[in-house]
């Protein structure tokens, strides 16, 4: 692995001929999606519409250059678009220019973070953000990026604010529709919805532009109140460091631009290893980290916006049949011929069009089925266990969501990795402690085998958990309360706690002394691996426990 980590264009090692074919038409493919949505990101940035282009293409050539999946697709993307323009608003006030300039420098404070990320080989970093929560924050975003979009798709004024404060600014605005641009906008996402479900090779982002770019041009609409988007310049971006950005803004924006490292790296690594698993190859995460680093400082360097991998334009790149990143070079290639010849193309583009766009992009990621599931995971046995933490993955995709509705979007994926934490926390601290009772050579629990006769003066508990300070107490007292007058013994059969700590120990020694107390033995059977080194490392500080190497044989002791 060492002799592979900084191989350039590892995708493209013993490339062959019959590949081309496939890379190219699945380049085409994803060019035709880019391009509509570079656009339509780069509104939700709040930065101009060029600037989603001048970002796809370094990012797609670094990221190709350094990365280590053959089909990621990198560029603008939703929700580190959004991210970006909550970060940018509070320290650019109203000063558009400096909005710009601002969200060039996050790129570019966001590439010097994931490449020194990559150096350090923080890759694990992405384990801790669970699957539950980083659903929940999509569902989150996704609903924000369309409230957010809903004033454009009817030409109303958006109201700012949280989601619920703009979700009332649409419902209290709607009588101010202007009825062409609501027009515009329901047939863009029709054709967007319709062709994707119908004839889903076609890409219908560009079939939708296209349509309002043609209604703008022979109805005259941009004439009749319908908002477009307006120039855009041609030709190459300025390379370089932007201007106006002192090094105490870059140092601001450190901070903010881990939070979109966090999100487009888990993002992005998640994409990836859905299609290498499908491809048959190894994702490296560390090397993940490079490549988004670069992308962003690339992007950054070429005026451009925060990027990182999409999920959708991946998809659409392996289903198309791209087997290398040649074909995400393809895509890197037309977006220059698009920015040399073809912006003018889309300077009648409705900006209802864009907001179905961006609507449609984002709507299926409202994933409600789920939400749904999660929560169907649950049975009474858990939750008399657990109770309100019955159910941690729904309560942390719920918390994520939520923390972005009411919060934004940085915040409520601390809020969702915070309360999922909490929550293992909380399982950890109050594990299930479960009596067996023997049946033939075997030692099953008890409850779920009520049939079997119990010895009234054997207690044999098993602890479904390591041992450790945070839930010492807990299993201690807990041990107590099952013991009754009629007990002589307790085994506590350690086949299902891997760990202990010294805390722990210490509390089997007084567990031992208590019982002791009561005329009670106690003696602890099957340590298994890291429980078993660590109680006997452990022995040289607190008084010894008798320790079998059965249950069987702990109870027939004399």
């Known amino acids: 692995m060492a002799t592979t980590r900084w191989k350039v264009f590892q995708s ?39 600037a989603g282009l001048y970002a796809a293409v370094p990012a797609l050539v670094l990221y ?24 940018i608003a509070p320290l650019a006030a109203a000063d558009s220019e400096r909005f710009v300039l601002l969200s060039t420098a996050l790129a570019i404070a966001t590439g010097v973070v994931g490449l020194l990320a990559g150096l350090a080989r923080l890759g694990f970093v992405a384990s801790f953000i669970s699957e539950p929560v980083l659903k929940g924050f999509i569902v989150g975003l996704a609903l ?13 004024d958006k109201e700012e604010g949280d989601f619920f ?25 029709a054709l967007v919805m319709g062709l994707r479900r119908w004839l889903p090779l076609v890409p219908g982002s560009l079939v939708a532009v296209a349509f309002g770019i043609v209604a703008v041009s022979v109805f005259d609409l941009d004439a009749q109140g319908v908002a477009i988007v307006g120039h855009i310049d041609s030709g190459l971006p300025a390379l370089g460091i932007p201007d106006g950005v002192g090094f105490h803004d870059y140092l601001d924006l450190l901070g903010p631009a881990l939070g979109v490292l966090l999100i487009g790296f888990a993002e992005g690594l998640g994409a990836a290893k859905t299609y290498a698993a499908k491809s048959g190859y190894q994702i490296d995460a560390n090397r993940e980290l490079y490549g988004l680093g670069a992308a962003n400082l690339g992007s950054g360097l070429a005026s451009g916006m925060v990027v990182n991998g999409s999920l959708s334009k991946t998809a659409v790149n392996g289903s198309a049949g791209a087997r290398t990143q040649v074909s995400g070079l393809v895509v890197a290639g037309l977006t220059v011929v698009t920015l040399l010849f073809l912006t003018g193309l889309f300077e009648k583009l409705p900006e209802a069009t864009l907001a179905a766009v961006v609507i449609a992009a984002v709507i299926e990621l409202v994933d409600v089925a789920s ?71 075997l030692w099953l629990d008890a409850e779920r085998h009520p049939d079997l006769p119990e010895n009234p003066e054997l207690l044999v508990v098993r602890v479904e958990a390591g041992l450790f300070f945070a839930n010492a107490d807990h299993v201690r007292a807990s041990i107590e309360d099952m013991c009754t007058d009629r007990t002589r013994l307790v085994v506590l059969d350690a086949e299902t706690s891997p760990s202990i700590d010294v805390t722990a120990a210490s509390m089997l020694a007084q ?41 069987r044989a702990a109870v027939a002791a004399e």
Do not use: C
Not at 20 to 44: F, H, K, N, Q
Not at 397 to 415: H, K, R, S
Not at 513 to 520: E, G, K, M, T
């Open 12 to 50: 493209l090692q013993g490339y062959e001929s019959g590949w081309l074919r496939p890379d190219v038409v699945a380049g085409l493919t994803v060019w035709a999606v880019m391009i509509p949505e570079a656009l339509a990101y780069a509104s939700i940035a709040g930065v101009p519409p060029v």
């Open 64 to 87: 190709a250059l350094v990365g280590s999946s053959r089909h990621l697709v990198v560029g603008p993307m939703s929700a580190t678009a959004a991210l970006s323009a909550a970060i």
């Open 144 to 156: 924000t990026i369309v409230i957010g979009q809903v004033p454009k798709f009817f030409g109303i």
């Open 165 to 189: 404060d703009q979700l009332w600014g649409v419902l209290t605005g709607l009588g101010d529709t202007d009825w062409r641009t609501a027009v515009v906008g329901a047939i863009s996402l």
């Open 371 to 441: 939400l749904r599931r999660l929560y169907r995971v649950w049975t009474e046995r858990l939750g008399s266990i657990y109770g309100p933490a019955a159910r941690p993955d729904f309560v942390a995709a719920l918390a994520a969501m939520f923390g972005v509705l009411l919060f934004d979007t940085l915040p409520g994926l601390l809020i969702g990795i915070g309360v999922s934490v909490l929550l293992l926390l909380y399982r950890a601290s109050r594990p299930h402690i479960v009596t067996v009772v023997k049946h033939d050579s």
């Open 511 to 551: 567990l031992r002394d208590s019982l002791a107390r009561r005329r009670i033995a106690f003696r602890i059977a099957r340590p298994i691996g890291q429980f078993g080194d660590a109680l006997g490392a452990a022995e040289s500080g607190v008084l010894p426990v008798d320790v079998y190497p059965t249950v």
